[in-house]
């Protein structure tokens, strides 16, 4: 089967650091994705994770574990405007299977 | 702007009806993914079209259809509509078939009274 786990919710505050999991169980495994959605609107790409390690692009990085079926998404200097849901997608071969997503508020 | 675009952009209507999203790829991107979004889940894929042939399919009801045509536009059909049809649909493109960015179109909100 496919499993893709995430927390529901998370909060923080506004200029803190918040690093959201990601554990996944796919029968078949090309990368990972991170995608930010905001409420009504598309998804939109943060970052993909082929090879294990720490990709950082700006002031979101993200970690990838292959052996260990787990990921991360690290969001750093918070701001209000990151309030969102936040999507991690396996790429299976030809199509992404994706978690129910975090959704994470960020009070001032 | 992803590049993307779908029309229409909400639509209302009445159970048992049967209604057409449509979706336009990035230029150039010729593979073309619909997903379904109901309220507080994920993104369900629905179906995947690669250069006019269909190339990998998700929970896709069997009243749900879809083909992309010729100049790489997609359709979705909707029939035999029901109440829990009511969802955010999103159209997403790729230039290829795996390993890259999916760029998702604004959806289409659908409600089903």
């Known amino acids: 089967g496919q499993n893709i786990d995430q927390p529901t919710e998370m909060t923080a505050t506004e200029g803190a650091i918040v690093q959201i999991n990601c554990t996944y169980q796919?029968?078949?495994?090309?990368?990972l994705f991170w995608y930010q959605q905001h409420a009504g609107e598309a998804p939109t790409f943060l970052s993909y994770n082929v090879l294990d390690g720490l990709e950082e692009k700006g002031r979101f990085s993200s970690f990838l574990s292959r052996s260990k079926g787990y990921s991360y998404l690290l969001l750093k200097e918070l701001q209000m405007k990151d309030s969102a849901s936040y999507l991690c997608a396996v790429d299976n071969t030809d199509k992404l299977i994706f978690g129910t997503g975090t959704r994470l508020q960020v009070f001032p | 702007d992803s590049g993307v675009t779908q029309t229409p952009k909400h639509l209302i209507t009445a159970t048992g009806q049967r209604v057409t999203l449509r979706c336009s790829p990035r230029s150039g991107d010729l593979s073309v993914y619909w997903y379904q979004q109901s309220l507080d889940q994920g993104l369900q894929f629905l179906i995947q079209y690669y250069n006019g042939e269909e190339r990998a399919k998700g929970n896709i009801l069997e009243r749900f259809s879809a083909q992309q045509f010729p100049d790489l536009h997609s359709e979705l059909n909707l029939s035999s509509l029901e109440l829990g049809d009511s969802a955010l649909y999103f159209c997403?493109?790729?230039?290829?078939?795996?390993?890259?960015?999916?760029?998702f179109g604004p959806g289409t909100r659908l409600t089903v009274t």
């Open positions: 796919t029968s078949g495994f090309n990368g």
């Open positions: 997403a493109s790729s230039p290829g078939l795996a390993g890259s960015e999916q760029y």
